[in-house]
């Protein structure tokens, strides 16, 4: 049975976390162990470090798959088969009353929701037990920005997360943007940011020659590689550097094959497609700098990685971005509309190697203040006391 009340910290707490086991997007189905986003999983890092916790990570599939029962030392996992009817078209009534069922079974103190993008939040409000819910991208938003169609993906997410919102105890706003976002709409909200995977503090700087910039993202609109591009062909006449654009393209779609054919026209700019955590580390130890040219963006795990592995970042003043990136502190913020701020601040950061050795040491600091593992966890524990206690 759960516990009544959290006055004393000595009392434990059995969560359930209610995430996306990333086997069925990818249509992983034969891997043996779950994989999640990687906020999840360096959420779930964090926990295991903790004492009086025990978590049960609970995800929906379409097929029956081989899980293992435990994934850390307090955290058990739980993979429930939910038919193909039971998902969007139904809104996700099937993974809804999966969810309930083996909640019931749990008994957990709470529910957490992790996103609103798919299944969880909305489950984790029907779950019948005190729940909070994260917004990792502001549905709402991005479908604004993407001018979502009636009855899209994104025009429906929307919608779930206008209706999750309101019925959850409370939201944990990754960034203020989030909570700006919720103001009108959560009953009480927390601001706390991702979690970094310990590892990428673990990462040690071997600056490449020339300057290797990165941009990591999906090739999409909204991350505005192709502009980005653009905006730095006068630099590349009188600067040094190589441009490398780590993410998935889909080609035969307009944007991405202008973003190909930008590329292939410059002897400065390289694409390697998705990147997985090893190579995307060995990638951050070469940087001089990262760099992140979008229109919109909540809390761009890329950033709270790079600045883990000490390396300052060149980012759009959008969204959650200044949340991470203090300009003159650790790292330099313009406007992604404007290709001459976009010249200039690649320009001063490129001109200034003192700079941004100090700018990586101070986005390090701070990273491991703001964003490692037991750090992020332990405040996800002392919320969920907050709505115990007042319940």
Sequence with gaps: MGITGFSKESARVKI?????????????????????GTAPEALLQGFALLPGVEIHVVSCARRRMDSPERL???TFFHSLCVPKGGWMRTLYQGCIRASRCKLKEISPDIVHGQGTEL???????????????TIHGNMRLIAKVNRAK???FPW????LESFTVPRSRGVVCITRYTQEAVAGLARRTWLLPNAVDASFFEV?????????ILCVGLICPRKNQNSFIRALDSLAGSQPFELLFLGNVSPGRAYDDEFLS?????????????????ALKDHLSRAALLALPSLEDNCPMAVLEAAAAGVPVAAANVGG????VEAGKTGYLFDPLKPEEICSALRRALASPAELEAFAKEARKRAQERFHPRVVAQRHVEIYREVLDGR
Aim: hydrophobic letters at 40%.
């Design 150 to 152: 009636a009855f899209s």
């Design 204 to 212: 040690q700087p071997r600056p490449a020659k020339p300057p290797l």
């Design 321 to 324: 971005v200044p949340d991470l």
């Design 16 to 36: 359930a976390l209610l995430t996306t086991d990333n086997r069925e997007p990818f249509k992983d189905y034969a891997a043996k162990r779950p994989h999640f």
């Design 262 to 278: 930008l590329i292939r026209t410059r002897e400065w700019c390289r694409h390697l497609g998705f990147a997985e955590r090893e």
């Design 119 to 133: 299944d969880c939040a909305i489950s984790s409000v029907f779950s019948g037990f005190p729940n909070v819910i």
């Design 72 to 74: 850390a030392r307090n």
């Design 156 to 159: 429906l997410a929307a919608r």
